[in-house]
């Protein structure tokens, strides 16, 4: 990978790398990875205050976001919520509410339950979506097996499409040109690169390099040819260059377009 090049994962998880210690190996191999900043990622209120004192670590270097993860949604939803908007007090705020959304992929077997934990799921996503409108924040969505009401919801909630990104994008082209006729984005993940998935590597092309933002979703993920193995941002380069062949473009002008789409995307500096 050129010297000079630059990636942000726009994406990771990096609570399990400090628990279990190994946190400054992750970081050493991104930046020989030319990954310079990452974006962690929360999902419900045992990582938040982590992430925001990793973030105050680690200035400039590791950047933080807070919301309530729809698998984190519960009876108690609106308890966890409600401790959401101090944190975007200066110092240290996050850069994104998120991630928040629906999941109807892990929904209880019994109809009944499932019903009801859609309907919790559909309320805790409407109130953050609530804030992040009165808030002016960029949001990130997760949506699995749940594109229409994930789209109709972000569509009532007056929220602007541009602060909008579907991360960890699974769905296919014409998905994506939803979300582009409204000016929302999706950001791709390892998926890129699995055999399986042509209609991501089809969505990616549709969606162009003009909002594109790469993610490793680590520890989830891995690309090839790290499959079966923990995920962690190092393995962005590899996302990287598999997006850059899809679109036929110079890894270095996909890293620099990357980059500048995410940091502009996070208002970061």
């Known amino acids: 990978m050129p010297n000079h090049m630059e990636l942000i994962d726009s994406h990771c998880h990096l609570l399990g790398y400090q628990e279990d210690g190994s946190l400054p190996d ?20 045992k990582d938040w205050v982590p992430y925001r004192e990793m973030s105050a670590a680690h200035p400039g270097r590791i950047h933080y976001t807070v919301g ?19 944190f975007f007090m200066p110092p240290h ?12 992929f892990h929904l209880p077997k019994d109809p009944v339950e499932a019903g009801q934990v859609i309907l919790q799921q559909e309320a805790a996503f409407t109130q953050q979506l609530s804030l992040a409108r009165e808030l002016d924040l960029p949001v990130i969505i997760h949506s699995r097996d749940a594109f229409a009401d994930t ?6 909630s007056g929220i602007d499409w541009h602060n909008v990104v579907f991360h960890c994008f699974s769905y296919g082209p014409e998905e994506i040109l939803r979300i582009d006729q409204r000016g ?6 390892g998926i890129l690169t699995y055999k399986s998935a042509e209609p991501v590597r089809e969505a990616l092309r549709t969606q162009g390099i003009d909002r594109l933002m790469l993610e490793t979703d680590c520890p989830y993920l891995a690309p090839d040819p790290h499959r ?10 590899d996302i990287a260059q598999r997006a850059a062949d899809c679109l036929a473009l110079p890894l270095d002008k996909l890293a620099a377009q990357t980059t500048e789409n995410t940091r502009a995307f996070y208002r970061l500096d």
């Not at 789209?151 to 009532?156: E, G, K, P, T």
């Open 151 to 156: 789209f109709r919801l972000i569509d009532q």
């Open 184 to 189: 929302g984005r999706a950001s791709f993940t």
């Open 68 to 86: 309530l993860h729809p698998c984190y949604v519960d009876a108690e939803w609106a308890v966890a919520v409600s401790q959401i908007s101090p």
């Open 93 to 104: 705020a996050p850069v994104a509410l998120g991630e928040i959304g629906l999941d109807y």
């Open 26 to 45: 992750i970081l050493e191999r991104a930046e020989a990875a030319s990954v310079h900043q990452l974006i962690t990622v929360g999902t419900s209120p």
């Open 228 to 237: 079966g193995k923990p995920n962690e941002p190092a393995y962005l380069a």
